[in-house]
């Protein structure tokens, strides 16, 4: 599914997808049990997906936005992020400075995914925690 | 498929044979997955933010442990 839709927005996607993107099919059971999850009409069917081939590969994270899939990723025990704890954790981490990570922050705010300005406000401010100078 | 088991107290059941009964839902699990999409759909934005305050948490207890 990712690879579809990176495919419509980048048209280069498929020639310089970096190499750490694996893409893993559903096994012939798994897809059954997935049709069967997104009939229940509780998740969108790419969300279905992800969780059903989370179950198998046993990530560290399961990452999504999506309010449904992370409470039910949550319900079947995995640790679930979605993109503003990324950026969070980028900066967090050190792979960003902090204007890389506040300019980040900036775009993301910037995007579909609703953020409140609460919200915004408390990560701008934990973005200022982590790069104070002790 | 997750299946969930649920312990209903009388009045709740009464009422979910009812509805099922009555033909509003064609049986009780439907009825309780509808309950559940729209208690989710309710607390869509307040979940969301719970979520992202959550997030950010663990952004933080990260960069206090990497220090």
């Known amino acids: 599914m990712v690879d579809i839709e990176m ?44 969780i059903i081939l989370a179950k198998r590969l046993k990530p560290e994270w399961f990452l999504t936005d999506d ?68 | 498929m997750k299946t969930i088991k649920v312990s209903l107290p009388e009045k709740l059941e009464m009422e979910l044979e009812n509805y099922a009964k009555g033909g509003w839902f064609t049986d009780e699990a439907e009825l309780v997955r509808t309950a559940l999409q729209e208690f989710i759909r309710h607390n869509k934005l307040k979940l969301m933010e719970q979520f992202m305050k959550e997030d950010i948490e663990w952004a933080l207890k990260v960069k206090a442990v990497t220090k």
């Open chain 1, 67 to 134: 309010t449904e899939a992370r409470i039910f990723a949550s319900s079947l025990g995995m640790e679930v992020h979605g993109s503003l704890g990324i950026v969070l954790w980028t900066a967090a981490v050190g792979h960003l400075s902090y204007s890389e990570s506040k300019e980040a922050l900036d775009r993301l705010s910037k995007t579909s995914l609703w953020i409140s300005k609460d919200i915004l406000s408390e990560a701008q401010k934990a973005l200022k925690t982590m790069f104070k100078k002790n």
């Open chain 1, 7 to 50: 495919n419509e927005l980048h048209p280069l996607w498929r020639k310089h997808r970096p190499e750490w993107i694996t893409i893993e099919p559903l096994l012939p059971d798994e897809t059954k049990e997935a049709e069967s999850l997104f009939l229940s009409g509780l998740l969108d069917f790419a969300e279905t997906e992800a």
